[in-house]
């Protein structure tokens, strides 16, 4: 698991924003790392961040090799360039596009070289790598969550990121379709191997995404570990009732609140 | 039972004076468009429409407006634009300061242009060395246009641009679209219902201008003298030519109003499919 090869994204950030304080440290490699906390414990903020669309004050992020922000160097790159999967809550599918002009739509961001005809095509076999082809030409607006996910992925993928960010992927579905949408991005996720964030405020969603879960609390990590660890010796009382813990928070030896994936496997 | 009658009897008081109200201001709302069309009959509206003034009017009324159109959307849609995203504070109170001439009387706005672009203006001087001199000509005209009716473009816009959904710009921005990319294929598709119904909104303001014409532009036939100033000086002469014109004009905006409403569905659907 060590080695240059794992893909790697590390992010130290310090940042003011409006009356609230994010001060972070955290890395993600092949492990899926679940950031949970509170409403307004900073974790949306955390994922704007990463993507340039909120400045740090300090602070350095990194992925695969790849300066993304670096408040000494000012090094800052703009969103479109940082190689990140967003995927919000809404999923932002663009609802003047239908399914496969959405995901040709990446395509066009990525590669000039390529034409119309080429693209329509390549985004019509990301639509079937997803075993929704059959919908490519449908609004997404009028499909339903499971499908509206799957084009979501299609798209950020045809984009060829180097990382992951989800937010709430399941918190706008239906029961039903929670479950099939946590299958299918649990096997996606596995498939693709990327560094993965996920912010969520379901405990099931952990369990079947993450291995790793960092808890943040004020805009810091209260703390991170494997999953196990976590349910074990909750951090804050906040993770104690998210996985239904007996367990008295903060009372175990908790895995550090420095995030890594090295030190929660000690 | 007592209780009952005078239940109804509040009950119709209320609804005489709804009706009442209502009525009284839809009547003068109403009755002078009646009178607009059916005084003097047809005859006198052919004859008053056969003045001198009409064409050379509704020809400058037609070309300068439309040439004010399309200056207002090419500035207005970029200035829009950066004030919908900008974070910068003064934005918000430039915002304020484009709104100005919505609410100044059209003669302040042509006082103004005439202090700021007119041959003793604070920049006439320097226009008149580089050979322009813009005060009483057709350019004239469109400046005074595209300075009363910008701000309905501009506000429209804006307005659309903040509606549109942050995240979607995030994704489309992590997407790796460029800035270019962003506007051109993600926000102005979004926003085109919105744009055009202002673009449409400040085409009939350029078309109704008057104040600030006159005092910028002036009045020559021909030259200057647009349809609402044709309107002016034909009262002079007979109040039937004016009449004329001024159902040319109530047609023009007739018109617009009936392509607002296909337009309006725009907005519908585009607010249906976005909160979906």
């Keep these: 698991m060590t080695g240059a090869s794992v893909a790697r994204l590390s992010v130290a950030v310090e940042a003011v924003l409006g009356a609230f304080a994010l001060d972070v440290s955290l890395e993600v490699g092949a492990e899926p790392l679940a950031l949970v906390g509170p409403n307004g414990s900073g974790k949306t903020s955390l994922l704007l961040t990463i993507l340039g669309l909120r400045n740090p004050a300090r602070g350095r992020i990194v992925l695969c090799d790849e300066v993304l922000f670096d408040a000494e160097t000012a090094i800052d790159l703009p969103t479109e360039e940082r190689h990140l999967a967003y995927l919000p809550q809404d999923l932002g599918l663009f609802p003047h596009l239908s399914a496969v002009e959405n995901v040709a739509f990446a395509l066009a961001c990525r590669s000039q070289r390529l034409s119309a005809r080429q693209r329509r095509d390549e985004a019509m076999t990301w639509l079937e790598r997803f075993g929704i082809g059959q919908l490519a030409g449908r609004n997404p607006a009028r499909l339903s969550g499971g499908e509206r996910q799957r084009i979501a992925l299609a798209r950020a993928l045809a984009s060829s990121p180097k990382a992951l960010l989800l937010d709430e992927p399941t918190a706008s579905l239906d029961v039903e379709a929670r479950v099939e949408v946590r299958a299918f991005l649990a096997e996606s996720i596995r498939a693709l191997g990327l560094p993965t964030i996920l912010v969520t405020h379901d405990a099931k969603d952990v369990e079947a995404l993450a291995s790793r879960v960092a808890v943040l609390e004020n805009g810091r990590i209260a703390g991170c570990g494997l999953l196990g660890d976590i349910r074990q010796n909750p951090p804050t009382s906040f993770a104690s009732k998210l996985f239904d813990s007996s367990r008295v928070p903060g009372a175990g030896a908790i895995a550090s609140p420095s995030c890594s994936e090295d030190v929660s496997h000690k | 039972?007592?209780?009952?009658?005078?239940?109804?009897?509040?009950?119709?008081?209320?609804?005489?004076?709804?009706?009442?109200?209502?009525?009284?201001?839809?009547?003068?709302?109403?009755?002078?468009?009646?009178?607009?069309?059916?005084?003097?009959?047809?005859?006198?509206?052919w004859r008053g429409l056969g003045c001198s003034l009409t064409w050379p009017a509704l020809r400058l009324?037609?070309?300068?407006?439309?040439?004010?159109?399309?200056?207002?959307?090419?500035?207005?849609?970029?200035?829009?634009?950066?004030?919908?995203?900008?974070?910068?504070?003064?934005?918000?109170?430039?915002?304020?300061?484009?709104?100005?001439?919505?609410?100044?009387?059209?003669?302040?706005?042509?006082?103004?242009?005439?202090?700021?672009?007119?041959?003793?203006?604070?920049?006439?001087?320097?226009?008149?060395?580089?050979?322009?001199?813009?005060?009483?000509?057709?350019?004239?005209?469109?400046?005074?246009?595209?300075?009363?009716?910008?701000?309905?473009?501009?506000?429209?816009?804006?307005?659309?641009?903040?509606?549109?959904?942050?995240?979607?710009?995030?994704?489309?921005?992590?997407?790796?679209?460029?800035?270019?990319?962003?506007?051109?294929?993600?926000?102005?598709?979004?926003?085109?219902?919105?744009?055009?119904?202002?673009?449409?909104?400040?085409?009939?303001?350029?078309?109704?201008?008057?104040?600030?014409?006159?005092?910028?532009?002036?009045?020559?036939?021909?030259?200057?003298?647009?349809?609402?100033?044709?309107?002016?000086?034909?009262?002079?002469?007979?109040?039937?030519?004016?009449?004329?014109?001024?159902?040319?004009?109530?047609?023009?905006?007739?018109?617009?109003?009936?392509?607002?409403?296909?337009?309006?569905?725009?907005?519908?659907?585009?607010?249906?499919?976005?909160?979906?």
């Design chain 2, 1 to 45: 039972m007592k209780q009952t009658v005078s239940h109804a009897r509040s009950r119709r008081l209320y609804d005489t004076a709804m009706v009442g109200l209502g009525g009284i201001l839809l009547l003068f709302l109403v009755l002078p468009f009646v009178a607009l069309v059916f005084d003097g009959g047809p005859e006198a509206i």
């Design chain 2, 61 to 276: 009324s037609l070309a300068t407006t439309l040439v004010s159109v399309v200056l207002v959307v090419v500035g207005g849609t970029p200035l829009a634009w950066w004030l919908a995203r900008s974070r910068w504070r003064s934005a918000r109170w430039l915002e304020i300061l484009l709104q100005l001439p919505v609410v100044i009387p059209p003669a302040v706005g042509g006082i103004a242009l005439l202090l700021a672009f007119g041959r003793r203006g604070l920049f006439g001087g320097a226009l008149e060395r580089l050979g322009w001199t813009p005060a009483f000509s057709a350019v004239a005209v469109v400046m005074a246009q595209v300075f009363v009716s910008a701000p309905f473009y501009l506000q429209a816009a804006v307005q659309a641009f903040g509606r549109l959904d942050p995240s979607l710009l995030a994704v489309a921005r992590s997407l790796g679209a460029s800035p270019p990319r962003l506007l051109l294929r993600v926000a102005l598709p979004l926003a085109r219902p919105w744009l055009i119904g202002g673009a449409a909104m400040s085409w009939a303001r350029a078309l109704g201008e008057f104040g600030a014409t006159l005092m910028f532009a002036g009045n020559m036939t021909g030259k200057t003298q647009t349809l609402p100033l044709a309107i002016y000086t034909a009262l002079e002469l007979d109040i039937h030519t004016a009449q004329a014109l001024s159902l040319l004009l109530v047609s023009f905006a007739f018109a617009l109003l009936l392509f607002l409403r296909r337009f309006n569905r725009g907005p519908e659907v585009a607010r249906r499919l976005a909160t979906q």
